[in-house]
């Protein structure tokens, strides 16, 4: 009896199912937010003006906010830091965050709350 279905076309469907599944997973993977690569960003891209951490010994400039007063909600709102980080300031330059690094770099910055 003839099923409607060939072998290359289960084959086609197979293959088909992995790359979708891989593709979501994929995507999970990259959307998750991890503080960790925040860190890491914050450690290349911002030490060199801000506090990062209370643990850090390199000079800072006084002008840029420690991410420690950054941390809590007062004022910097996710949404505000949010909108900060996607005009990079001038001194930043070299560094345009996509969303995913904004994200990671908004969840480190919590992670120092006094
Ligand atoms: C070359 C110095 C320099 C670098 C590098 C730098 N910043 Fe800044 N940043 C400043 C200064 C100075 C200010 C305060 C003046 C201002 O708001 O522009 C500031 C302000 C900020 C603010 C406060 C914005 C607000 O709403 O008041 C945030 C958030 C911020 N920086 C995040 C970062 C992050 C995250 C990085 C690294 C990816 C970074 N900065 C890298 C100098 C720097």
């Known amino acids: 009896m003839n099923t409607g279905y060939s072998a290359i076309g289960r ?19 990259q959307g998750r937010i991890d ?26 400039s006084a002008d840029a906010p420690p991410f420690t007063t950054m941390a809590t909600d007062d004022g910097y709102s996710d949404e505000r830091l949010r909108a900060f980080l996607r005009e990079p300031h001038g001194p930043m330059e070299g ?20």
Request: proline residues 6%.
């Open 35 to 60: 503080p960790k690569r925040g860190e890491a960003l914050a450690n290349t891209w911002c030490i060199n003006c801000h506090l990062i951490s209370n643990d850090q010994t390199a000079p800072a």
């Open 95 to 114: 560094f345009n965050p996509d969303e995913k690094q904004i994200n990671d770099l908004i969840a480190y910055i919590r992670t120092q709350a006094p």
């Open 11 to 29: 084959v086609a469907a197979i293959v088909a199912i992995v790359i979708a599944t891989a593709w979501v997973l994929g995507v999970r993977a």
